[in-house]
């Protein structure tokens, strides 16, 4: 018990400080933007990127493979995605599967494990999400991305398998129509959903996994089996980002969809007030929980665990988080400040792909990879 105890000790730590611009051993690098014409025949969308990004797609999806068939040696899994998943899926919505075919023909992976690829992230998101409101009103967005957990650890260098494998196929992604932006987001090649994203001047949006017993398989296996009037939560979040015009749509739509998998949407406006997490079952909302800066709730985050329960505890970002930004104050709260708390430890773990910070009325969307050096907790 105590060397349990020890453990965590070692991986926790004070609030961090003066860690923007990134720099030193927690900062990996910068995040390539590239621009999605929405002009473009979904099946194009994506040729661009994926000819750059192809080699690295291959790696991920050799390892996921492998993955499987260390579960299932005989290698019929694989074979049943390959020949039968998008017969078993049945048609997607458009415009994502021809997006996706797209994708299959210039990376040269079948069109199954592309789909394979996309479905992951209904299911092992692990984030930190945090909305702010300073004292004038001015709303900020920054996140962790958290993804990989019992896929795979690298016992040489510490570090989980998949987690590492998605940074080189991380992206900030310029959505537009007629030349102008639509919305920004950052994803990674391959996967047509969004996770994070804003659309300038009007409000920004993160997506965290929510644990349930009825979770995204059940989505998934419904979805199989023939009922399919549940939405895919990337599908959904990307939809939001490319047609709402306003905060309160975003929320309305986001609360009301009936979804594939539970989970918890972070979602910023564009005025005081304007911040949320929605805690969603598969079929409806549970809890709306908002800034209500005039009675000092000045920011709302989210980890992976419903804000009434406690957290389990190897895994309590929540508090650091709180006790980071509460240290912060609503006074000197800013992009380099929510960085400085997304960079403690254990807000900042061995799964964290990247850091995004989001300025929706300026404009600001920047994302950053990280690292964390040992000590680190796996999660």
């Known amino acids: 018990m105590m060397g349990a105890l020890f453990g965590i000790i070692q991986w926790t730590e004070d609030c961090r400080r003066s860690m923007y611009p990134p720099s030193g051993p927690t900062y990996r690098g910068p995040v390539p933007w590239y621009t999605v014409n929405l002009d473009l025949p979904p099946y194009k969308r994506w040729h661009e990127l994926m000819a750059d990004k192809a080699p690295a797609l ?28 998008p017969g078993l899926l049945g ?54 991305m958290d993804f990989g957990v019992f896929l795979g650890w690298n016992i040489n260098n510490n ?9 080189p196929l991380t992206v900030n992604l310029d959505f537009q129509r007629n030349n102008k932006t639509v919305f920004k987001a950052t994803g990674f090649a391959g996967y047509v959903g969004m ?3 804003f659309r300038p001047g009007l409000f920004s949006l993160t997506i965290n996994e929510r644990f349930a017993m009825n979770g995204g398989y059940m989505g998934v296996l419904e979805w199989i ?16 980002l490319e047609n709402s015009t306003s905060y309160e749509e975003a ?18 406006g564009n005025q005081s007030g304007e911040g949320c997490v929605i805690t ?67 807000v900042l773990n061995k799964l964290t792909i ?26």
């Open 58 to 85: 291959r790696i991920i999806v050799n390892s996921l493979k492998n993955l499987v068939n260390a579960f299932v040696p005989s290698g019929k899994v694989m074979q049943i995605v390959d020949q039968k998943l």
């Open 91 to 144: 048609p997607l919505p458009s415009p994502f599967e021809e997006e996706m075919k797209g994708i299959a023909a210039v990376t040269e992976i079948p069109l199954g494990e592309i789909i394979l690829f996309n479905i992951f992230y209904e299911f092992f998101t692990i984030c930190t999400s945090i909305v702010t409101e300073d004292k004038e009103g001015h709303l900020l967005h920054g996140r962790n």
């Open 159 to 167: 570090s989980w398998v998949i987690t590492e494998e998605l940074k």
């Open 195 to 197: 996770l994070t994203g």
């Open 225 to 240: 089996l023939g009922k399919k009037d549940a939405t895919w939560i990337g599908f959904l979040t990307r939809s939001v």
């Open 251 to 268: 929320k309305n739509i986001l609360t009301k969809t009936k979804i594939l998998a539970p989970a918890y949407f972070i979602l910023g």
């Open 280 to 346: 969603r079952d598969r079929k409806v909302s549970l809890d709306v929980y908002e800034l209500n800066p005039k009675q000092g709730r000045w920011y709302v985050i989210q980890t992976n665990y419903d804000r009434w329960r406690n957290p389990f505890f190897l895994d309590d970002r929540r508090t650091t988080t709180k006790i980071c930004l509460n240290q912060t104050t609503q006074e000197k709260i800013s992009l380099p400040t929510i960085y400085d708390v997304l960079s403690t430890k254990p």
């Open 354 to 379: 990247f850091t995004a910070l989001m300025d929706v009325t300026r404009g600001q969307f920047e994302t950053y990879l990280r690292d964390c050096p040992d000590p680190c907790i796996g999660w």
